[in-house]
């Protein structure tokens, strides 16, 4: 059985096209951000789920996710249940569904490494370049998610470079461009996204009697988008050539995300 907490029809932010969203419950991070605080404990409110039925769910809205859309796994953290997964992955890909998994990339083991095979598309989300400020933002160190960052470009597994920009915590100049000194040669990135920091999670705090620990931060405005989608594109410029021979989007959505 799988631990759901909720899901999210016809969803457009979460991988490419129209796709079904499955939040998992359980995460190993502790993103001082997450706007997600009711998934993070493994065994917090959700629905045990078989397998079955969330085929039945995907295969019931096919007809609407078009040429691109398909179903993404986000949490939570959907590698903390790799192993319930993974006969899902397998019916999904039988059934002609597009798989994305949404993910922090700092679980690893073989039922994760069977569990991103199968996989079509991982949206990797990197919260700081900089190993102790990952730490302060996450609680956690950002050496594992490297490490897979590095196996997607050797497996030759597309995916998807998230970073949330976080005035004070991830938005340092000097951090991003060893970050785009890291990935600079990888093949295997189709796109790079801006995420804005928002604060549409805090009520959740209130409501779970959580202190909500960066409430005086403020969210990005507009310029401040502009600002960081040109430093992107000139740090990590080898990258974004990369991605225009492959024909891939180079532009700016202000609002929920910042493609380049």
């Known amino acids: 059985m799988i631990r759901v907490h909720s899901y999210e029809s016809l969803g457009?932010?979460?991988?490419?096209?129209?796709?079904?969203?499955?939040?998992?419950?359980?995460?190993?991070?502790?993103?001082?951000?997450?706007?997600?605080?009711?998934?993070?404990?493994?065994?917090?409110?959700?629905?045990?789920?078989?397998?079955e039925e969330i085929l039945k769910m995907a295969v019931s809205q096919k007809p609407f996710f078009g040429k691109k859309g398909g179903i993404t796994f986000s949490g939570g953290e959907p590698t903390f249940q790799a192993r319930e997964l993974i006969p899902l992955f397998r019916s999904l890909k039988e059934a002609g569904i597009h798989i994305c998994v949404d993910t922090n990339g700092s679980i690893w083991n073989e039922d994760v490494k069977t569990l991103l095979t199968l996989a079509d598309l991982v949206l990797l989300d990197v919260k700081e370049f900089n190993n102790d400020r990952h730490r302060k933002l996450t609680a956690r160190s950002n050496e594992q998610t490297l490490k897979t960052a590095a196996w997607l470009e050797e497996n030759q597994k597309p995916f998807w470079l998230r970073y949330v920009l976080v005035q004070g915590y991830s938005y340092f100049r000097e951090d991003i461009e060893a970050m785009g000194e890291h990935f600079k040669n990888y093949q295997m990135i189709e796109r790079v996204e801006i995420l804005p920091y928002h604060t549409l999670g805090v009520h959740k705090y209130e409501a779970m009697s959580l202190e909500y620990q960066l409430k005086d931060v403020k969210c990005n405005t507009p310029e401040q988008l502009e600002e960081a989608k040109a430093l992107f594109e000139q740090i990590f410029q080898d990258c974004l050539r990369q991605l225009m021979k492959k024909n891939h989007s180079l532009h700016a959505v202000l609002g929920e995300y910042c493609h380049l």
């Not at 991988?15 to 009711?38: E, H, K, M, S, T």
Request: glycine share 10%; proline share 8%; charged share 20%.
């Open 12 to 51: 457009t932010y979460d991988g490419p096209g129209i796709r079904l969203v499955v939040f998992l419950q359980g995460c190993n991070f502790r993103c001082l951000y997450c706007a997600n605080p009711d998934t993070i404990d493994a065994k917090g409110e959700s629905k045990e789920t078989s397998p």
